[in-house]
């Protein structure tokens, strides 16, 4: 008998894909995912290009073994993908402006950076996708399955140059940079309103923001000059403007005034402690309400790499003066939620950290944790 023809669809969902069964391409959510509660994603390859110039054998052996040669990644067509990266440089830049040291950096040199080298143009295509799928609803899944697919590429691209560090340090930190946007963006856009794994969530962005201060720190104080040494050698300590608030939002101003009054009523109360653990609260306590103090002009996001590991061990154990400090870290990101990139970031960190201990709440901390539930919509 004649053996079927079978044509293998490369459409399918992630979650198929690594589940190894066959998927029935249903959008937005298939029907296998749909069954098993699974978020359901796609990320449907173009067509493959043939390269305009053919590698010769001996050239096709060295590109493989060597840095310099990208991965195949499924590219937009070549149009879209100069919107994206005119999208970057002149809206999403914006973003993260502050003043004319923050325009250059992010309009003048990381263009040219990002032009010269290709895991970080992708680092730069796949954030513009992602700022895009939360302007335009309509495109949005769109947006997302392009974004994946120029993060992917940028990642593996950052491993590979990561041989060749020394060599790299401006374009190997301008993509760490673009990679600490999107893991802090990416659930927010996507609309996943899900609690976080509040420990998970902690370590997860203490590595990320490891690896990028690493990287800052060797253009710190390497000998060599860079590009970027106006933006990374400035003098950050600039005093916070009186008509700081002037363009906020109302009621986030109010939230963050009576935040620092909460902030400090609680170093009033770990002062009276008598507690082995004291002096880890008083430290993190400082590191929490400088973060705090200098919204809007600066956040909370760097708090979890400047916390120390006997904090983080206290949250393992169920602290709960721990507790309420990672709930009050909740509310600096909850203070930022006016920035795409960190909608809905603190709401579901704060949710991460009371939903499991719902009617669990000692006495002493049912006011305080019952207005924090409030501060953020819950």
């Not at 940079?177 to 420990?199: C, M």
């Amino acid at each position: 008998m004649p053996r079927r023809c079978h044509t293998k669809s490369r459409k399918g969902c992630v979650q198929c894909k690594e589940r190894h069964v066959k998927c029935d391409e249903q959008r937005p959510t298939c029907s296998l995912c749909v069954k098993r509660e699974l978020t359901c994603t796609y990320v449907t390859p173009l067509p493959r290009r043939k390269p305009a110039v053919d590698i010769p054998e001996e050239g096709k052996a060295q590109s493989t073994s060597g840095t310099s040669s990208p991965p195949t990644v499924s590219r937009l067509p070549r149009l879209e993908e100069m919107r994206l990266f005119h999208h970057a440089f002149t809206v999403t830049s914006l973003s993260f402006v502050k003043d004319d040291i923050d325009r250059e950096f992010w309009q003048s040199v990381l263009p040219r950076i990002a032009t010269s080298h290709d895991y970080v143009m992708d680092g730069t295509l796949a954030v513009a996708a992602l700022h895009l799928a939360s302007l335009e609803p309509g495109r949005s899944s769109h947006w997302l399955e392009t974004a994946l697919t120029y993060q992917n590429s940028a990642i593996a691209g950052l491993s590979r140059h990561l041989a060749t560090i020394k060599q790299n340090y401006e374009a190997l930190f301008s993509c760490s940079i673009f990679n600490l946007i999107f893991v802090t963006a990416y659930p927010g856009i996507y609309g996943d309103g899900n609690p976080v794994e509040p420990l998970e969530e902690i370590l997860t962005m203490r590595s990320f923001l490891s690896g990028t201060a690493f990287l800052f720190l060797q253009i710190y104080h390497g000998e060599e000059r860079t590009s970027i040494d106006p933006w990374v050698r400035r003098d950050k300590k600039s005093p916070v403007s009186k008509d700081r608030y002037d363009s906020e939002d109302p009621k986030m101003v109010e939230l963050h005034k009576k935040t620092l009054e909460k902030l400090h009523s609680l170093r009033i109360t770990i002062d009276k402690l008598q507690n082995p653990h004291q002096e880890i609260y008083r430290s993190t306590h400082d590191l929490l309400l400088k973060a705090t103090e200098g919204w809007p002009t600066e956040d909370s996001i760097s708090w979890p790499i400047e916390i120390g590991d006997p904090f983080l061990d206290l949250v393992k154990q169920g602290d709960w003066m721990a507790r309420i400090m990672l709930l009050f870290h909740g509310l600096g990101m909850h203070l930022m939620s006016r920035k795409w990139f960190a909608r809905g970031s603190g709401r579901r960190l704060v949710l991460g950290i009371l939903q499991p201990l719902e009617g669990k709440v000692p006495p002493e901390w049912q006011d305080i944790t019952q207005w924090i539930r409030e501060a953020v919509d819950i």
